[in-house]
């Protein structure tokens, strides 16, 4: 009886860990995502766009300086 019940606070617990892992990776996806779009446009003579890369890194130096 109490093999099972930490076999299931064992098992809960990893579940646990899956789930926040899982939501992690959802968000770090999302983020890569975001920052692949960003990068990825170009004008029409196929030169990249130099305002959303500005934004882009004025964005990382912000969050540079609240760390």
């Not at 109490?2 to 076999?7: G, V």
């Not at 939501?23 to 692949?36: F, S």
């Not at 959303?52 to 540079?64: A, G, H, V």
Request: cysteine-free.
């Amino acid at each position: 009886m109490i093999r099972q019940k930490k076999a299931a606070e064992a098992e809960a617990e990893r579940q646990k860990i899956q789930l926040e892992k899982e939501a992690r990776i959802k968000a770090y996806k999302k983020q890569r995502l975001e920052k692949t779009k960003v990068i990825s446009k170009r004008t029409q003579r196929g030169q990249p766009l130099m305002k959303d890369r500005m934004q882009l890194l004025l964005k990382q130096i912000e969050e540079m300086k609240r760390r």
